[in-house]
């Protein structure tokens, strides 16, 4: 009722005043015109109403939605919703229920690796018996633990720590180094009369080698 104010404003100062019929023939036609202005301007549009049907529709969507991610929006900016804590804590588990490789495991790599390198550096082989090389790096590999350096295994020492700590038979030795002389035949020369054609071993084939050593 509130919209039709204007329209009956006009019709009241018509009918209160006296007017010529060229004014009274002027302000029928400004009171249609403010009619038609109300009736266009100020009607809801139909448009803009949501019918019965268009409800059901956006209930329908809603309803179907994916149930794991869920929207809500607040000026134009939408938000998901983290993982669930269960989800996170089960892939937790699983990551720590893998098997995790110990400190010996992990030096046996390393030494296995700096061996076959060192091989292709310095031009050397392993024995023909290859189960020699593997118990040399099991060696140096327990020593790379126990002592924080590789000291040379087939040796005997006094005081191990103070030998690791001076790096004199730290493999790869210094006679080793400047002679090509290898007291535990782990690299050896082409000339050596005990020389193989391998230049590489895997650390799984020295594990299975020094298995039960």
């Known amino acids: 009722l509130g919209s039709i104010k ?6 009241s100062i018509m009918l209160r005043r006296p007017y010529s019929a060229t004014s009274w023939l002027a302000s029928a036609l400004f009171f249609l015109a403010a009619l038609f202005l109300h009736t266009t301007m100020w009607s809801p549009s139909p448009s803009l109403a949501l019918t019965p049907l268009s409800r059901a529709r956006i209930s329908r969507s809603i309803r179907s939605a994916p149930s794991n991610i869920v ?10 919703t983290r993982p669930s804590l269960h989800a996170t804590r089960r892939k937790c588990l699983c990551s720590c229920e893998k098997e995790t490789k110990s400190d010996d495991e992990k030096a046996l790599i390393a030494m296995t690796n700096f061996a076959n390198r060192y091989n292709k550096v310095a031009g050397t082989t392993y024995c ?4 020699i090389a593997a118990v040399v790096i099991k060696g140096l590999a327990e020593h790379k633990v126990t002592l924080g350096a590789p000291l040379c295994p087939c040796r005997h020492y006094d005081d191990k720590q103070a030998e690791a700590e001076q790096g004199y038979w730290n493999c790869p030795c210094v006679p080793m180094r400047e002679r090509k002389e290898c007291h ?5 020369t082409e000339d050596n009369a005990f020389a ?3 230049t590489s071993v895997t650390p799984e084939e020295v594990a299975k080698m020094i298995e039960g050593i």
């Open 128 to 131: 023909s018996d290859v189960s």
């Open 196 to 198: 193989g054609d391998e």
């Open 71 to 80: 929207r809500r929006s607040n000026r134009d900016k939408t938000f998901t």
């Open 184 to 188: 535990c035949m782990l690299f050896l």
């Open 6 to 11: 204007p329209v009956t404003t006009v019709a």
